[in-house]
């Protein structure tokens, strides 16, 4: 008689006296879920009880990285800020890119992961 994973297709190997089910994962290539990837996954399993595919997350996680850039660039333009502030009063910069990043992640936060 077959087993259940046997009737679905799953084969065995055998290493020393015992079967060993061949498992494997699926390839999602050489991407890693970043930061935003990981927060949707942590909303997602404790407010939704969502189990999670990893390509959704790693395509989340790409989406929210690429709009965190545009929100920054087009702060930076709205704001004035320039390369020649950076020059000039590089503490200044720091300081308001630090602000614009952080502004930027907060929309993201709310629009793309935490909804």
Same mark, same amino acid.
């Given at each position: 008689?077959?087993?259940?994973f046997?009737?679905?297709?799953?084969?065995?190997?055998?290493?020393?006296?015992?079967?060993?089910?061949?498992?494997?994962?699926p390839?999602?290539?050489?991407?890693?879920?970043?930061?935003y990837g990981?927060?949707?996954l942590?909303?997602?399993q404790?407010?939704?009880?969502?189990t999670y595919?990893?390509?959704y997350?790693i @395509?989340?996680?790409? /989406? %929210? &990285?690429r709009r965190?850039?545009?929100?920054? @660039?087009?702060?930076? /333009? %709205? &704001?004035?800020?320039?390369e020649?502030l950076? @020059?000039n009063?590089?503490?200044?910069?720091t300081?308001?890119?630090?602000?614009?990043?952080?502004?930027?992640?907060?929309?993201?936060?709310?629009?793309?992961?935490y909804?």
């Amino acid at each position: 008689m077959k087993s259940l994973f046997e009737q679905f297709g799953g084969t065995y190997r055998k290493e020393s006296d015992y079967a060993v089910p061949n498992l494997e994962t699926p390839d999602t290539g050489n991407f890693e879920i970043g930061i935003y990837g990981q927060r949707h996954l942590y909303f997602l399993q404790h407010y939704l009880r969502i189990t999670y595919l990893n390509e959704y997350l790693i @395509e989340i996680d790409s /989406q %929210a &990285q690429r709009r965190v850039f545009r929100i920054v @660039e087009q702060m930076k /333009q %709205a &704001q004035g800020i320039t390369e020649q502030l950076k @020059e000039n009063n590089p503490i200044k910069w720091t300081k308001i890119m630090n602000c614009v990043r952080q502004q930027a992640e907060e929309i993201v936060l709310k629009e793309m992961i935490y909804s």
